[in-house]
């Protein structure tokens, strides 16, 4: 069970790290091309961005970033002495990175600064 779990983890990982470096290299590409004024360009380059990022991804998912998401994983087992636990805060911990990230990507936000002012930091 724990197996899957982890397996689990590491695809959706995968999968949002993926989206989100495809995100970012969209919006360079859209604004590139908001300067040529050419959606075709835009759309073109967009398609081959998405082979550029999804391909390797998910090529190598198993090769390269299975390890360092296990090793992640792992790690996060050892701090709290149980595996089951460890995956839930490892998994969560990279889950609000990435909620972060794709805050600040798409909508130009600062997850941490926004935090700060609800609460009046």
Do not use: C
Request: no cysteine; charged share 15%; proline share 2%.
């Amino acid at each position: 069970m724990k197996r899957k779990l982890t397996k689990y983890a590491v695809v959706v990982l995968a999968i949002w790290l993926a989206k989100l470096i495809y995100a970012y290299a969209h919006g360079v590409i859209h604004h590139y091309t908001e300067v040529s004024g050419s959606p075709y360009a835009s759309t073109a380059l967009s398609m081959l961005a998405i082979i550029l990022i999804f391909y390797p991804v998910f090529h190598y998912l198993d090769k390269y970033f299975k390890k360092t998401s296990q090793k992640y994983i792992q790690t996060s087992k050892k701090v709290t002495k149980s595996s089951f636990w460890g995956l839930v805060l490892g998994f969560g911990i990279a889950v609000f990175l990435l909620f972060m990230a794709f805050a600040n990507v798409w909508y130009d936000r600062n997850l941490i600064q926004d935090l700060g002012a609800l609460i009046g930091l």
